[in-house]
């Protein structure tokens, strides 16, 4: 039983990696969850220099928090959903992965004959009569693409230039009137992409200033 210990520092020669020390924390009772021990790990290892340590007993402490019950919906969302793709806050930076990921998918939207190619230009005149793209008209670029998509409050002219068509791309299912394309599923993960964006992005600027701890 850990709780309510109290230590400054770890002496030389005891076990001062992360690993041993959530197994060291594993011995702990399980009736309940106790996060007194998991910070004051963490200040000791901060206090003797083991930064990267002290930082995943951190996350380890929100990773055994959230399989508690009896969490909020917000709590819910924070813990399960969007709290694990930054480390709860302790790396804020892993939620640019979504990035990569959006410009894969998008990346794959523009693979194929001209008649599947699921992103398209959002203005009408867009093109020339002979289907070529206008040269005023901004070339898509996927990788810009997720980034205007994903990051709020900026504009680098392709997320308002450039959307997918949801009458295009091959067709998944069709029964009468209902006809599922890759063009409708793309539109699904760009709302995705945005909310999680949205919400990650917001996450971000929090964890950089330390404001998001339980």
Partial sequence: MLDGLRCAEIADGSPQDAESRKDWLALQPEDRFHPQPYEQLAKALRTSGKIAAATEILVEKERQYARESGHSIIQF?????????????????????????GTVVFGLATIGDADVQVMTPTKKDAYHKDNS???????????????DAFVPLIDLHQAKNWHPSGNRGYTLCEKGPFVLRTGNLLRLYLWLHTIAGWTLTTLFVVGLTGIVRR
């Fill in 77 to 101: 969302f924070w813990y399960r959903v969007f709290g694990p793709s930054i480390d709860y806050g302790y790396r804020p930076w892993k939620a640019l992965w979504l990035i990569l990921v």
């Fill in 133 to 147: 793209l206008r040269p005023e008209h901004p070339q898509l670029n996927v990788l810009v693409y997720s980034i």
